[in-house]
């Protein structure tokens, strides 16, 4: 199959997300990663969010079974993927909504990490 038929999705991380999957053993890692590539194949298996949160898609699957969340927002036309946060329900959408304050911040004031992201966050609040 041709790329063009079958284009490749950019995925960035934020430093949250980054942050949580440091923090897993190599045997998650690997569990996280089928989970972001099921994602990439289908970017609206998750649930997209309502309100505030309606940039956001949230992806539920078991690890250790225990319920994992895998936050993340997409752009259809420009394939890419963000990977916001991972982690347990418990304070994901508070730390998701300090993240998002912190990224605002550093676009305001020209800092960011990844410029992508940086982009993101800047068409997220255009479009509020």
Request: charged fraction near 30%.
């Amino acid at each position: 199959m041709s790329d063009a038929a079958n284009p490749q999705i950019e995925i960035y991380e934020s430093p949250t997300f980054k942050k949580a999957f440091k923090r897993l053993s190599e045997a998650h890692k690997d569990l996280v990663d089928d989970e972001i590539g099921k994602i990439e194949q289908n970017p609206e298996l998750g649930e997209r969010k309502k309100g505030d949160l309606a940039h956001l898609w949230v992806h539920k699957f078991k690890l250790d079974g225990r319920e994992t969340l895998l936050g993340y927002s997409w752009q259809a036309q420009r394939l890419e993927l963000y990977l916001l946060n991972l982690g347990p329900h418990e304070n994901f959408y508070y730390e998701l909504a300090v993240a998002a304050q912190e990224a605002k911040a550093a676009v305001a004031e020209g800092r960011f990490v990844t410029e992508s992201i940086a982009d993101h966050m800047r068409r997220i609040s255009d479009e509020k």
